[in-house]
Every structure is written in C-alpha cells, then in structure tokens.
C-alpha cells in the first residue's frame, strides 16, 4: 500500500528529531570538555607533591612552626587525643573527628594553650599553688612537677574544705587551684570557687569549664599525655620565673618514652 503524504511527513519529523537529538548530544559534549579543560587547568600540578609534608591526619590544616616540642612528640604522648563526648564549653577547641568518633584538637592550637597556660602559672609563686589529681594517670607527672618547685600537691584524695573552712587544722590558703580534671577534682573546684580563687585546669573534650579561670585543652586521661603537658610546663614555668633547676627530661614524666609510638 502507498504511503500517505501525512505518513511522509511524520516520518520526515522524526528523522529531524534524530538528527537534533545527535547534535544536541554533540554540544553538550563540547560543552563539557571545554569546562574539564578549564578545571584541568585551575588543578595545581600534584605529580610531585611530598605526602609526608602536606598529610597530617591529626593535626592543624597549618603547620606551626617553632613548637615546643617536635609535633611527632605531642602525636606520641597523646595529647591531641580528645573522647567521644563533645561539650558545648570545648568544642572550640576540637579540629575533627576521627573515623572511631574520638574527636581530635587541633594539635598547633595546644601549643600556644600550654605556653599561654605556663605565662598564666608564672604569675604565681610555687608556695601559692595547690596542684591536685585525683586521676592515677596523672600521679608521675605531677610529683615531678610539684617536687622539682615545691608546689602544695593533693592525689589520692583532697580534703574538701580546707580552702572554706577556718576551723580545720589543715586549713589553708591559696593563691591559685591548680586541677588536672574538672570532674575527677570537683571538690577543689567547688572549693576555690566558693572563696574565689583563681583555678587553672587541663580540660579535655568531655570536661565542662564552669569555675575555671584559665584552660589548658588536651587529653587529661593519658599518663604520656598528662606527663607531656607537666614536663613543658616544668620547662616554661622556671624559665618564666627565673628558677634555676635542672634540665628535665621527658622520660621522667612518662613512663618508657623512648619505647613509645604514635597512636595511628
């Protein structure tokens, strides 16, 4: 049977329609090399890039320079290792999470805290220090540090009330708190709060900050952590306040240094 003039003209139609179909193909191909080309070019060139020096999982986008201790160092002690729980009052501090949900601090940033928290401590003169930690992690640390100024120290238990109560025969005063835990050392705390006493502290990610003058970020439930942070602070202390001591080693804070390794 013959085609009809209307069968022709639809058939007409559709073979338009294939051929605008291709060439619409055609240009949005075009379209898209041409942007990939520009992209291409905006990309730096990364064929001869050091991973070592542009990757550092664990700490600050930055690299600081001038640190008190190598960055590997503070990687090693664990300082920059915060918990699970985040609180409003530390989130500032925490750069990421890590893939085990354990938040990170930003690893440059505890530098400047430990060097501001040491020019905070030197205001101080050791015999108006009371230094208290309840936490075990934190013992080695702290007698060396208490030991080498002769600073007031409190650890397995402190007795709540000295600073409040002029009755008790251990009554005492204080210039400054000194805590390695807001939670672990709440009776300090409390304490200091009550007769308004400046307190210093080292706060982790769970801690909570109320009553705290000045905060020192970093993981307070390691032994290589607490011992890194005492040992600088031992170092910055005394040359802040010109005592002549010892030069102290980090192996006197924590336990077999030399062994350790970061934590990946």
């Known amino acids: 049977m013959a085609k009809t003039k ?3 003209d639809v058939e007409t139609k559709a073979e338009v329609a294939v051929v605008e179909t291709k060439e619409d193909k055609k240009a949005k191909l075009a379209k898209l090399l041409e942007k990939a080309k520009k992209l ?3 990309v730096e060139d990364v064929k001869d890039v050091d991973l070592k020096k542009k990757v550092k999982p664990e700490t600050a986008e930055d690299e600081k320079e001038n640190t008190l201790v190598p960055m590997e160092d503070y990687l090693k002690a664990s300082i920059h290792l915060g918990t699970r729980v985040i609180t409003p009052d530390m989130r500032q ?4 999470r ?3 949900g354990l938040a990170v601090f930003n690893t440059a940033m505890l530098d400047d805290k430990i060097r501001s928290a040491a020019e905070y401590l030197s205001k101080f003169a050791p015999e ?3 230094l208290v930690c309840k936490r075990e992690a934190g013992w ?3 007698k060396k540090f208490a030991e080498t100024f002769n600073i007031r120290l409190f650890t397995k238990k402190y007795p709540a009330g000295i600073l409040t109560n002029t009755n008790l025969e251990n009554f005492t005063e204080a210039e400054l708190i000194f805590i390695c835990d807001p939670w672990l050392d709440k009776n300090a705390l409390e304490d200091a709060r009550r007769v308004h006493t400046p307190v210093l502290s080292v706060c982790d990610t769970n801690n909570f900050t109320r009553g705290i003058d000045h905060i020192v970020p970093g993981n307070n439930k390691s032994a ?3 011992g890194m942070i005492f040992y600088l602070l031992t170092k910055l202390y005394a040359e802040n306040r010109k005592i002549k001591i010892e030069s102290p080693k980090i192996q006197e804070y924590v336990d077999d240094w030399d062994n350790l390794q970061a934590p990946k």
């Open 40 to 42: 291409e070019s905006s």
């Open 6 to 8: 209307k069968t022709d």
């Open 128 to 130: 108006n220090i009371i």
């Open 93 to 96: 501090y925490v750069y990421r």
């Open 224 to 226: 290589k952590s607490l």
């Open 140 to 142: 080695k640390a702290v």
């Open 98 to 100: 890590r893939a085990d």
